[in-house]
């Protein structure tokens, strides 16, 4: 018999999946100092390890009969697994458990796609998107989210379905269509995919995570009705769960409520904090505020451009989550004011841990806000941020987000496919991605003198931008990340053309193109159309630093062409962030 080709696999962070039941009857039966102490012990523990340099750890409390905790690991080797199931057994809330399971694998990317096969070629030309992706399949993080479902499977070795007698091109093929089943749940479920031959009882564990767990469910539902699941696969038991804070055993083991930050959600909506909006008012903080708002205003005594510094390196890291609106420094007095705002009120609680660590930090007001504009009072006019990006495109009229975040986020890749077969994948995947709120469009964009195409993708997120990123990457020659040269990234500039003005809008990129190769740090612009509607068009402008192209939009070339478009084109120039 032929033998069968095994996909290319490479191995990242090792995954220990551990579960316990509490033995309940000993811990309402022991001595209040021995439980103090437990707990004690297991925040610690919970603490440490989720703070490990390389890695990751998470607790869950898991639903139904079969375990009460779940301690989730993500390790470089298995010396420091084996390290922290030990330690665990070394402490105190250990004598108040048993194990109830346990699974041992490890983060794996396989060759079956096409994008995988240039991944694993050592002739094939580097791709920095791809790289980024096939790294964040091998060296997770364990996202933010409060449900998480686990399960262990196999693929069926049964006379009439084997998996392993099936040729590799048919697996890739049944592989790819399984994949395409995921990618329509691309910002509500993240997956971690680690494989466990030779190292547990199944073949792969699969560890999802998303904020609804019906997204899981439904996401799996479908899946089953695909060939790959409905007879090649096996599974093993399921267990769900919900995170909490490791600071929050305590209130786990009393049966209390729990969640992420360990705020207590089972009350209603907080009344909106007065002193926090008088605060906001007199600080001259404008933002839109989203219903349901919470924030922060932190003072510190510490120098306002120390804290500014912090808070840039913090800021970066809020950016990622969708549920950050504001985060900025204000001076006042004297004093540096650290002022914070998120849509729920347990984004603003994790916030808080954060910010609370800024050097000389000493008061914290936080409360919930009104779902209106927080204007400042007469007396208090906003900073002017002269490096403000969206202000300065504001002056040009040039739409550029709203004041307290960029509107809309945008990956774009590029790819040397040809139009007539990259389009009709590109629709497709954006079929899929409809199933979102956060999704605004993607579409494929051919450079105006046929060089390259692009493939642009807009989100409301950039979390959700970054995201897609991944699935973008496995379509038809995708060759690289717009931006990646550009110390700046690619400032991303949507026209609408008027149908009688679209050549001379071309015409016209062309004189200003021509002045763009004489700037300082300019790296190169391209002209990019839609292909599926001409007087749709986007420019992607590399640039070395922000400097160099702000200080092509302040020039009085760029000023008369700004003029110039408002007769050609239908509506205000979108300036759009890149994830």
Known sequence: MERRDPPRTEEGLYVLHDLRRVDWDAWRGAAERDREAAIEDGVAYLEDHAAVEEGDTAVFSVLGHKADLLVVHLRPTLEALDRAEREFEGCALASFTDRASSYLSVAEASGYTEAAEDYFDPDAEADPGLQRYMDSRLHPELPETEFVSFYPMSKRRDPEYNWYDLPF???????????????????KVTQIISGSVGFDDHEWGVTLFADDMTDIKQLLTEMRFDPSSSKYAEFGRFYTGRRFAPAQLDAFLAGESVSFDGIDESGGEGAVDTELAEEFGRLGVTVDIPEGAHGLVLRSEVDVETVREEVDGLRGNFEHYDSHVLTEVKEDEGEAAIVSV??????????????????GVHEVIAGALADEDVEPEETGEA???TDDIRGEL?????????????????????SEADPDELAPAVEDLSDGFDRYDTHVKTATYQAEDGSRSAVVSIWGTA???????????DLPGIVARAGEESGFGTMGMFYTVKPDYQEDFVEKFGVVGGLLEDMDGHHDTDLMVNVADENDMFIASQWRSKEDAMGFFRSDAFRDTVQWGRDVLADRPRHVFLA
């Open 463 to 473: 979390d959700a931008a970054d995201t897609a990123g991944g699935f973008l990457a």
């Open 342 to 359: 998120w849509e729920t009120e347990r984004a603003a609680g994790t916030a808080r841990g954060f910010l609370e660590e800024l050097p």
């Open 394 to 414: 504001a002056e040009l009229d040039i739409y550029a987000g709203k004041p307290h975040g960029e509107d809309v986020y945008a990956m774009v890749l590029y």
């Open 169 to 187: 091109d048919e697996r890739r093929e049944l592989m790819a269509a399984h994949g395409d089943i995921g990618r329509e749940y691309a910002g």
């Open 383 to 385: 900073e002017a941020d």
